[in-house]
């Protein structure tokens, strides 16, 4: 899928026209290309606002056959009026399609005009994101299996890892694989992100496949994944009065506040994407990924920092030379500050050797 930001957009007349060559190829472990397919095409809107939307995509397919190996697979994009190129890399292992008994990782089945191998226009998605006014999608669960009787079961879990869904089918097949459609017809009420983990089951022999699934909401950062985590994320740009007063309301309250805080700090309103929202929750994740350890990692110090000012311009580590401590030094030019941590038990959990009491950085 190429999304639509990717694109530069000319005015013509009462449309805003794209051009664009891509193409899709097969790599095996050696990079040798195996097969290669080209396409080149254009994208018409009628709105600016299409033209920079993050969830508007041209979809671009190509089918291979191959054995059941490891491959890599090349997507290309040009640009036709910058003439930019971007290339996405993905690795994929097809070796246990060698199994006797295995099940194919499962997909949504989307709409989109055309015929992509299902019914017409139905397509695979593969962005795993579900609009919040869905109140049901379904999910597409295939493969191969030895003639008889097999069981599937489905289980849906919140990002609490709390089951809010399951369903198991008693199957039988005549041949040598099978396809199944289900109906999933309940999303997680607070969560924004579900898991969704498929088990077959053949006699003694059983395979499991997961995907991971989110729950878009318009005016809400791609990088959250619970409404009320993301709240208490922000007690670093919020004032202490701003931060009781989330902290004393319902939920509904809740989530109201949330909208009107990053409303009023929006950067380009009017639009559908909230740049400042995007970026702050980005280092959240970052923050988490990188910083953690006996909490997350947004709540290190260092994730503190991190969130507040972004990447540093420079860092340093040391060694202190009359204690066992080991110190860090993060440099921000363009603000003339530095800021110094120490690893006070050696599991990489650095402190601020100088408390910061109020945030300035947003």
Known sequence: MIPYQSLQFLKNNETFVAGYETSISIRDNDGNQLDRQAFQSEVKVDDYINTVDRFSREVVMAEFLVKDQEYTVVGELIDQDTRTKGVIKKEINLEHLLKEICIYPPFIIGEYPGNWGFEENEIPVTTRDINHKIKEFPLFLSGKIKPGEFTVSITAKNASNEVFWNEKLELSSDNNTFSERI?????????????????????????????????????????????DEALDQMRYIVTDKEYKLVKKSKRKEREKLFYQFWDDRDPTPGTITNELMDQYYYRVKYSNEKFAGFLPGWKSDMGMIYILFGPPDDMQRSFGQNSRYTYETWYYYSINRDFSFFDENGFGDFKLTTPYYRAVGW
């Open 183 to 227: 109906i999933i017809d309940k999303k997680p009420e607070e969560n924004l992100s579900m898991e969704v983990s498929v088990t077959l089951k053949q006699k003694e022999i059983s395979d499991v496949k997961e995907i991971s699934l989110r729950i878009r909401k318009p005016g809400l950062s791609f990088f959250i994944n619970n409404v």
